[in-house]
């Protein structure tokens, strides 16, 4: 029953966790978020962002690159515990 578990369940399992970790790479990409934020300043900078939507939107993506920060380093964690 072991042998047949190694062979059917553990690759199924390892590519799930792979799966995985690479749709929360991609959904929490810190530099993407990064160049949003620079993107946001240069709009209100050039005058085609109102300041009130520039501060909104900033304020918006500072938590979305702190979560990303944060589970992002959850993941290098993770990695360093499998190895």
């Known amino acids: 029953m072991l042998i047949l578990d190694d062979l059917l369940i553990r690759p199924f399992v390892s590519l799930l ?6 749709a929360l790479d991609r959904t929490y990409d810190t530099s993407a978020i ?3 934020l620079k993107e946001n300043q ?3 900078e050039i005058g ?3 300041e009130a939507e520039y501060r909104r939107r900033k304020q918006e993506l500072e ?14 964690d993770r990695i360093q515990v499998k190895r």
């Open 63 to 76: 938590r979305k690159l702190s979560m990303a920060e944060e589970i992002q380093e959850q993941m290098r």
């Open 48 to 50: 085609e962002r109102p």
């Open 17 to 22: 966790d792979i799966l995985h970790t690479m």
């Open 34 to 36: 990064r160049d949003e």
């Open 42 to 44: 240069l709009l209100y």
